[in-house]
Nanobody, 119 residues
């Protein structure tokens, strides 16, 4: 069973940057497309970015396009999310998971990492 551990969140001012990491253990994720999701208080979890297994194909939700960059290091079994030009509306708990399209595949989720953007 795969364990996903997200890290790198924190408190940042609007316009700032953060780099999130998602480390997988118990199973290699190199053959999976992976995605980053976020859930703000009172809102449903949404997929903000995905990357295919080679890293050559990416997808971004419209509200993060041009500001976020997803990448992966299959040798480290890790996926990253570089977030620039952060806005208060980016405040949420961020999670990663394997994806098919924008739908999560793994039943279990990590604890997530909190991102808080102050105005």
């Amino acid at each position: 069973q795969v364990q996903l551990v997200e890290s790198g969140g924190g408190l940042v001012q609007a316009g700032g940057s953060l780099r999130l990491s998602c480390a997988a253990s118990g199973r290699t994720i190199s053959s999976y497309a992976m995605g980053w999701f976020r859930q703000a208080p009172g809102k449903e979890r949404e997929c903000v970015a995905t990357i295919n297994w080679t890293g050559a194909v990416t997808y971004y939700a419209d509200n993060v396009k041009g500001r976020f960059t997803i990448s992966r290091d299959n040798a480290k079994n890790t996926v990253y999310l570089q977030m620039n030009s952060l806005k208060p509306e980016d405040t949420a708990v961020y999670y990663c998971n394997a994806v098919r399209g924008v739908t999560a595949i793994f039943a279990s989720w990590g604890q997530g990492t909190q991102v808080t953007v102050s105005s």
